[in-house]
């Protein structure tokens, strides 16, 4: 299955690990190509390098063109901020993009409890899997 990873972009080093572990799984997974910006860098320097790119290199469509032809996407939503399970806003675009494009949806953890936000996701139907890659199919 070809999976696109998608997250708050502090999550970066997250990503390229879940990645490895699917393609263990023998999965297909990526990862935007403007992911190279943030690794190895602190939350506040991820910070402006994310403004960065949304507003000066088209950011969220660089993943919708990324999307194209995946049979997934894997929602890393982790906590940030002191929010349990975070998605944030870019992502739950992101999730949007999926289901318009009939994507299956999994969600690492569960749904987060952000108001206005919970519906929606609930909504896309989500494949909860708990933190467990393998129940990826």
Same mark, same amino acid.
């Given at each position: 299955?070809?999976?696109?990873?998608?997250?708050?972009?502090?999550?970066?080093?997250?990503?390229?690990?879940?990645?490895?572990?699917?393609s263990?799984?023998?999965?297909?997974?990526?990862?935007?190509?403007?992911?190279?910006?943030?690794?190895?860098?602190?939350?506040?320097?991820?910070?402006?390098?994310?403004?960065?790119?949304?507003?000066?290199?088209?950011a969220?469509?660089? !993943?919708?063109?990324?999307?194209?032809?995946?049979?997934?996407?894997?929602? $890393?939503?982790?906590?940030?901020?002191?929010?349990?399970?975070y998605?944030?806003?870019?992502? $739950?675009?992101?999730?949007?993009?999926?289901?318009?494009?009939?994507?299956?949806? !999994? $969600?690492?953890?569960?749904?987060?409890?952000?108001?206005?936000?919970?519906?929606?996701?609930?909504?896309?139907?989500?494949?909860?899997?708990?933190?467990? $890659?393998?129940?990826?199919?």
């Amino acid at each position: 299955m070809r999976i696109g990873i998608i997250g708050s972009m502090q999550f970066t080093e997250k990503m390229l690990e879940a990645r490895g572990e699917l393609s263990k799984l023998g999965h297909e997974a990526f990862v935007t190509d403007l992911h190279k910006a943030f690794v190895g860098k602190t939350d506040e320097e991820k910070e402006k390098i994310k403004l960065h790119q949304k507003y000066n290199m088209d950011a969220i469509r660089e !993943f919708w063109r990324a999307m194209q032809g995946a049979d997934a996407v894997l929602v $890393l939503n982790y906590d940030k901020n002191g929010v349990k399970n975070y998605i944030g806003g870019n992502t $739950l675009m992101e999730i949007g993009f999926a289901h318009v494009l009939n994507q299956k949806i !999994f $969600l690492l953890n569960p749904i987060p409890e952000i108001p206005y936000y919970k519906t929606e996701i609930e909504a896309v139907k989500p494949v909860i899997i708990n933190g467990n $890659l393998s129940k990826i199919e």
